[in-house]
Antibody, heavy 122, light 108 residues
Framework: QVQLVESGGGVVQPGGSLRLSCVAS????????MYWVRQAPGKGLEWVTF????????YYADSVEGRFTVSRDNSKNTLYLLMDSLRAEDTALYYC???????????????WGRGTLVTVSS | DIQMTQSPSTLSASVGDRVTITCRAS??????LAWYQQKPGKAPKLLIY???SLENGVPSRFSGSGSGTEFTLTISSLQPDDFATYYC??????????FGGGTKVEIK
């Protein structure tokens, strides 16, 4: 069925690194822009990053620019988020999400995964 | 960055009530606004896009309106399944995409 499944979350010390993965199924992954959106415990939603369907364009929130790297492997239907220099304020549930339309992005999300929890703590 | 402000932050209502949630943008975003519903422990679900377009499969009791800087999400007759938190999201400017702080709809 149409779904996104995240993995890779866990507990990491401040300054550490973590790589998240998101496996897509049920749709043509290579045709859609993809996003990571996070939600700190008990808080609202925060957009983190976007990657174009072919990986040629990437955008980041200022809060993660220079520390996080988004990538994708269309042959594996998988989206990644490499997180370096992690801080306590990066603690959140990380969702991957699919753009509404194929090709050029519509900039809103019609399919979300269940999320993977990242906890940054010593 | 475009700031999105939702009000109220919490709303107590009864089944059958008409509910209205407001979202204000710090600058004009035309009609580039989406609404999501999130239930506890679940991922958000798209309800409305382009301010007033209903996503496929979303009940018609949900409607959106507005343009420029002020927007509303209305539930015409609140149902038990509608108790949740609602978020608006602007996409007039992709960098960055921003969400409102959320409105929790509680049982009165």
């Amino acid at each position: 069925q149409v779904q996104l499944v995240e993995s890779g979350g866990g507990v990491v010390q401040p300054g550490g690194s973590l790589r998240l993965s998101c496996v897509a199924s049920g749709f043509t992954f290579s045709s859609y822009g993809m996003y990571w959106v996070r939600q700190a415990p008990g808080k609202g939603l925060e957009w983190v990053t976007f990657i174009r369907y072919d990986g040629s364009i990437k955008y980041y929130a200022d809060s993660v620019e220079g520390r996080f790297t988004v990538s994708r492997d269309n042959s594996k239907n998988t989206l990644y988020l490499l997180m370096d220099s992690l801080r306590a304020e990066d603690t959140a549930l990380y969702y991957c999400a699919k753009d509404y339309a194929g090709g050029n992005p519509y900039w809103y999300f019609d399919l979300w995964g269940r999320g993977t929890l990242v906890t940054v703590s010593s | 960055d475009i700031q999105m402000t939702q009000s109220p932050s919490t709303l107590s209502a009864s089944v059958g009530d008409r509910v209205t949630i407001t979202c204000r943008a710090s600058q004009s975003i035309s009609n580039w606004l989406a609404w999501y519903q999130q239930k506890p422990g679940k991922a958000p679900k798209l309800l409305i896009y382009k301010a007033s377009s209903l996503e496929n499969g979303v009940p018609s009791r949900f409607s959106g309106s507005g343009s420029g800087t002020e927007f509303t999400l209305t539930i015409s007759s609140l149902q038990p399944d509608d108790f949740a938190t609602y978020y608006c999201q602007q996409y007039n400017s992709y960098s960055p995409l921003t969400f409102g702080g959320g409105t929790k709809v509680e049982i009165k």
